[in-house]
């Protein structure tokens, strides 16, 4: 469990050296400005980044290499519907992979709905490709695979200039391709390699164990969820490739219970949730969602107000604690809420866990982003889907998610994540102290003017409702730094020898100037929430103890200097 602090060049894989990293590399707050700003100097660095946000690069050549095989060596007229265009000229066009059909139809719908006024909005499609090369065009979500699980892709060829668009699907559902998946494809798909003789054998895919782990994934969760009177059953939960394509799935899955009502689906949003679920249900669900930012008291009263005059809603979406702001909601309000005007309450647990509260009592739905602490390795993505014990609708709520439910967690992916969850509580514990320790002393430093952190906050009493008793539980590994001038917040996470980079919930300490990560592109509307620009997170990690003391102390004082 021994964790050495990490620092890196600009661009490098983190964890160094992985090529299925899922963090990179931005070691001084320029350069993340340079990643906001697309900076042509600072991407060319860029090895690998986080999976949803950058595609990384083996899916990115996989699937200009499938796009190019299909243009050349299939009956492309046949796969596209279309023709070329004036003089023979073919439309300039892009691919994304997806590993089912139902996924790549969701995406293809989602652009074309983009250009629904468009003449050649056909120009995008789709088609299904196995690794002995046989394909065939897709023409409904629910057509059968030619092939059996983990050997076929869904391709999606779109015109380049709705790469923006295709991209933010990517980045928002999760939906898209790992590169362990686009790592098999490259060893097993021979057709793809000009000169290559095509394989007879395929290399196995371990499919037994990584039943075996996905089980073994279910029961650890299970269990941490369970309580004496609320006991939550390995099939009460649901994996996912990641987690925002398990919020994207808890989504869809809602609406499908709604199906066939006449008036629109809504969703209460309370608190600044991460950027991508909101987005996925605003964006690419377009449900008409309503915004609760602050999740204070007052919003509170706000939000009893409106359901009182007679707003509905479906659902309600908050975190806890928040992302970045740490703030915890009151669940006892909310789910004395959901049940008095009949709408499902969904939690995202990520940043508090299920090693630290009880959470599963107060809601209809958890979901989790695997990927973050309880991997810690930052090297394989995973998300998961609780059912509560208590959850309205029960029966036809899971009936839902069954029939909503496709299996893309692709096998190796699987067997990684079971390995680094073996010893998820022993890790948060040392993550919850190492965190508590450091906020404690960046609050005493005169730079700094807040520290956000469930201990010590406003709403540590709405925490501690929640917190739980065993030893391991603690107040999280997650801190944001509001500095008392932005030149003190640079200098600090610049003096910081500590990885530096996108992502969470790592083993090893990362820190990052969120805000231009998350919302380079909306600051102004950021700030009106508190999330200023010069916001310094910190994912604290398992490092020992004086280890991360003496390279605060280091960046503090530079944050002194510079204030």
Known sequence: MKQEPITAGLGQPLPPGDVHAVSVSLPKWQDTVGWANRDPSVLAHLQTGYPRFFIHRLVDKLAARLLHWARHETEWTRLSGMRSGKDGERPAQLAMLFPHVRLAWSCMEHLRGV???????????????????????????????ISGSFQSLCVVVYPDRLFKEAKA????????????????WFENASFLQKGMIPRE????????????????????ISELFSSTSSPVQANDVVLYPNGMSAIASSASTLRALHRGSPEPF???????????????????????????????????????????????IHALYTEFPGNPLLRSPDLHRLHALSRQFRFHLVVDDTIGT??????????DLICT????????????????????????????????????????YFPLDLIVMEKNSRDFAQRMALANKNAEAMADRLRRHPSVEDVFYPRGSATQHLYERYKKTRVEAGYGYLLCIRFVRPAAAVAFHDALELAKGPSLGTNFT????????????????????????????VSVGIEPRECLEQRIEVALEAAGDAS
Not at 201 to 220: E, F, G, M, V, W
Not at 375 to 383: D, E, I, K, P, R
């Open 354 to 363: 299920a090693v630290n509260l009880d959470l599963a009592p107060f809601c």
């Open 115 to 145: 250009e629904k006024d468009e003449p050649n909005r056909d120009a995008t499609f789709a088609f299904e490709v196995n690794v002995a090369g046989d394909f065939e065009p897709v023409s409904s979500e629910n057509a059968p695979s």
């Open 201 to 220: 054998n395929l290399s196995p895919l371990p499919l037994a164990a990584a039943k075996d782990a996905a089980h073994t994934i279910k029961q650890r």
């Open 266 to 312: 809504r969703v209460a949003v309370f608190g600044f949730l991460y950027v991508d679920t909101f987005k996925v249900l605003s964006k690419v669900n377009k449900f008409e969602c309503r915004l609760y930012g602050h999740a204070s008291s007052s919003d509170m009263d706000q939000l009893e107000r409106h359901l009182h005059d007679g707003m509905r």
């Open 169 to 184: 699907f990517w980045q928002h559902t999760g939906f898209g391709v790992s590169s362990r998946h686009a790592a098999y």
């Open 369 to 408: 982003s695997l990927t973050k602490m309880f991997s810690g390795a930052c090297n394989v993505m995973g998300g998961s889907l609780t059912v509560c014990p208590g959850c309205q609708n029960r029966e036809a709520l899971r009936a839902a998610l069954t029939s909503q439910h496709v299996d893309t």
């Open 510 to 537: 990362l820190c990052c100037a969120y805000t231009l990560l998350a919302h380079a592109a909306e600051l102004e509307w950021a700030a009106e929430f508190d999330v200023v620009e010069y916001l310094v997170r």
